[in-house]
């Protein structure tokens, strides 16, 4: 109730200062870098020498991004100007630096590339909020970009949209939905996927599926499964006769319920819908990652992400003084001391506030460290591109931003 009035009242989501309740012990930044999870897909993509091949591995690794936000219903953190993240996985092969580099509207930039400079990964989201009475739906906007330097190819796409329901009353849960393409600037294919929405009954709950075109347009081969468990491949006329003989049980289904169109499920469909139908001569992609057993009790985060926040000693002498793991609020609330937590978020924005009201009255402009503005060099969009040296660990003149 007091968040809808706030809404009403403020007009924006973002500029809303959130109970600490609502968050888990991760900045936004972190929760980026989970795209990385299932690193080996770019791996893979780099070994094959069919483009199509590549192509799945890509699709496979733009489905995989979303997949830790399954169960996710803590907020990560709204990083403060200025405020960067590095995470450096030699087991994985990459390094990763993330850097905030606005906050009004909020902005995250990311630059990764392969330890054996193997791939370049990039991007810039700027997520849109809109409350809904009942739910709240983050649009991502900004770019990522894949780059195989060995095949002298690139890769754009953008995130679906996500929705979490129910954060006023009810049990939470989330679901994914929208178009995604992914385009190679080389070869001039495509694959073009669909998040379903749930739909009254549950039926299309985290299901994806789309085709991968040849620069002609024509499928090539089909791509099925949920964002919350596996993708598969298929023969694209395989893949429609499957649809179309699904179809009509369904269309039967439907017609025998009166309902509207427009109901916005309350309840999230049981886990019975939780299973992919494989159909036959399909190829397995990609499969999530199983998440250790006590999850449930650690914000369902996966190994992965349990492992973001780690701070051992020897870093203290590398990380900047801006490193995430740093912020006093996000250890507090992993520490389970709330009432610290609390204190201390709300200290760093009103910290926040200060900084930017003076810069407001001096002819002082915000400048960002380790990322420029500028063109996106395989599609002309706006993007937030790495200017270099943050490995240099050069860490002169950073804002006191803690």
Known sequence: WLLSQSICILGELSKIAMPVLFNEPLSFLQRLTEYMEHMYLIHQANTSTDSIQRMKCVAAFAVSAVASQWERTGKPFNPLLGETYELIREDLGFRWVSEQVSHHPPVSAFHAEGLKDDFLFHGSIYPKL????????????????????????????????????????????????????????????????????????????????????DKSKKKICAIYGKWTECL?????????????????????????????????????????????????????VWRISPRPDNSAQYYAFSTFAMQLNELEEDMKESLPTTDCRLRPDIRALENGDIDSASAEKKRLEEKQRVAR??????????????????????????????????WSRNYSQLPDIY
């Open 357 to 390: 009201k003076n810069r407001s009255k001096s002819s002082e402009d915000w400048k960002t460290r380790w990322f420029n503005q500028g063109a996106n060099p395989h599609n002309g969009g706006q993007d937030w591109l790495y200017c270099g040296g943050y």
């Open 130 to 213: 809109k409350f809904w009475g009942k739910s709240v739906e983050a649009e991502p906007r900004g770019i990522i970009t894949l780059e195989l330097p060995k095949h002298n190819e690139a890769y754009t796409w953008t995130n679906p949209t996500c929705c979490v329901h129910n954060i006023i009353v009810g049990q939470l849960w989330i679901e994914q939905y929208g178009n995604v393409e992914v385009i190679n600037h080389k070869t001039g294919e495509r694959c073009a996927l669909t998040f379903k929405s749930c739909g009254i009954f549950g039926k299309e709950l985290h299901k994806v599926e789309g085709y991968i075109l």
């Open 232 to 284: 598969y491949t298929v023969d694209p006329a395989t893949f429609d006769l499957h649809k179309k003989a699904d179809k009509k049980p369904a269309e039967e289904k439907k017609g025998s319920k009166q309902s509207s169109v427009d109901e916005e499920p309350e309840e999230m469909p049981p886990p019975e819908a939780e299973t992919v139908q494989v159909i036959p001569g399909s190829e397995l």
